[in-house]
Nanobody, 116 residues
Framework: QVQLVESGGGLVQPGGSLRLSCAAS????????GRWYRQAPGTGNERELV?????????IYADSVKGRFTISKDNAKNSVNLQMNSLKPEDTAVYYC????????WGQGTRVTVSS
């Protein structure tokens, strides 16, 4: 059974930092493209693709987070991480981890709230 478990969300003040982690079981994450999506309040079911890291380790970022967020893989922990710096209120959302290959797997989400 495949599971993706996100952690690291929480409440942070504007300008602060959080590090999200997505730990996989049942798959080898390095064989998949790792993605972080987010779903902001009031957007219905729309999820924004925030960051992607290929199986070769090449990162791609949405313009809205470029220069502030860093996606990385930790093969020893079979995980994909998202370091979020200089957080803004508009980064408030539920963040979802996704492993994309011939099959797509999702985590349950972790809530990030940026507020003073």
């Amino acid at each position: 059974q495949v599971q993706l478990v996100e952690s690291g969300g929480g409440l942070v003040q504007p300008g602060g930092s959080l590090r999200l982690s997505c730990a996989a079981s049942g798959i080898i994450f390095d064989h998949y493209e790792g993605r972080w999506y987010r779903q902001a309040p009031g957007t219905g079911n729309e999820r924004e693709l925030v960051a992607t890291i290929s199986s070769e380790g090449i990162p791609i970022y949405a313009d809205s987070v470029k220069g502030r967020f860093t996606i990385s893989k930790d093969n020893a922990k079979n995980s994909v991480n998202l370091q979020m710096n200089s957080l803004k209120p508009e980064d408030t959302a539920v963040y979802y981890c996704n492993a994309m290959g011939s099959t797509s797997y999702w985590g349950q989400g972790t809530r990030v709230t940026v507020s003073s």
